[in-house]
């Protein structure tokens, strides 16, 4: 029965990076990385130090998911790979559930969220999303990779907006200096949801890959390993040397 399969969840688009394990959608347990330790180092450590705690073996997952990116270059090789290898080897189902929809899905029901992650060199990845109440997520333009500056001026024209992710706190008070300036209302995490506003940090981004990654597995068509792809929006630092 799909209500007591096992999805195992790995997020490390990010420098921490998280895991979680879900049966059917109720969250198991969950666990965040070391953000000083590279995820090639303590990823599959991590993933069975999870599973023991639950008293399971890696062949008892039934659905592997993953954040396909964008994020660290490394950091989504890392856990892609990770995901399709194990997926690949126990024939399980995988899927892909893009890091800027999972921020999104934190955030909480929003008309226009405003999902951010730090890209390096003081710049960011950057989409617009909208979260029902019921916890659909839609996006509502396409992922960009862009200066802190032209993220503003981006959405400059939405007098109401969550922003979410650690980008939203990493340039918080840019933003909350561009509300001032527009004549919007602006409110921390817990304020109003009118305005510009900025969204509490996840505590574990894997567990909304893993709610996402167990809605799409039940309508994708091929959720097969093969097919998965990383979401990198822009160049990596040695394609742009070339």
Request: include cysteine; glycine fraction near 8%.
């Amino acid at each position: 029965m799909q209500s007591e399969s096992l999805l195992l969840s790995v997020e490390t688009a990010t420098r921490a990076g998280s895991i979680a394990i879900l049966k059917g959608e109720a969250l198991l347990a969950s666990s965040a990385g070391n953000p000083e330790a590279s995820h090639s180092n303590t990823l599959l450590a991590e993933i069975d130090e999870l599973l023991s705690k639950l008293n399971l073996a890696i062949r008892d997952i039934d659905i592997f998911a993953v954040a396909s990116g964008p994020g660290s270059f490394t950091g989504l090789r890392i856990g892609i790979a990770t995901v399709k290898a194990l997926a690949e080897t126990l024939g399980r189902p995988c899927v892909g559930v893009p890091t800027l929809e999972a921020i999104a899905h934190s955030a909480g029901s929003s008309e226009a969220t405003v999902a951010l992650l730090p890209a390096g060199r003081g710049e960011l990845f950057v989409q617009l999303f909208s979260m029902s109440t019921y916890g659909a997520v839609t996006a509502l333009d396409e992922a960009a990779h862009l200066s802190p500056g032209r993220v503003i001026a981006r959405y400059r024209s939405f007098d109401s907006v969550c922003w979410a992710g650690e980008g939203a706190y990493q340039y918080s008070n840019l933003i909350r200096e561009s509300a001032s300036e527009l004549n919007y209302q602006f409110s921390g995490a817990r304020g109003s949801v009118s305005g510009w506003r900025i969204a509490e940090p996840a505590s574990n981004l894997a567990q909304h890959v893993a709610s996402l990654a167990w809605a799409r597995h039940q309508v994708i068509e091929d959720p097969s390993p093969t097919n998965l792809r990383a979401i990198y929006v822009r160049p990596s630092d040695a394609e742009l040397k070339v």
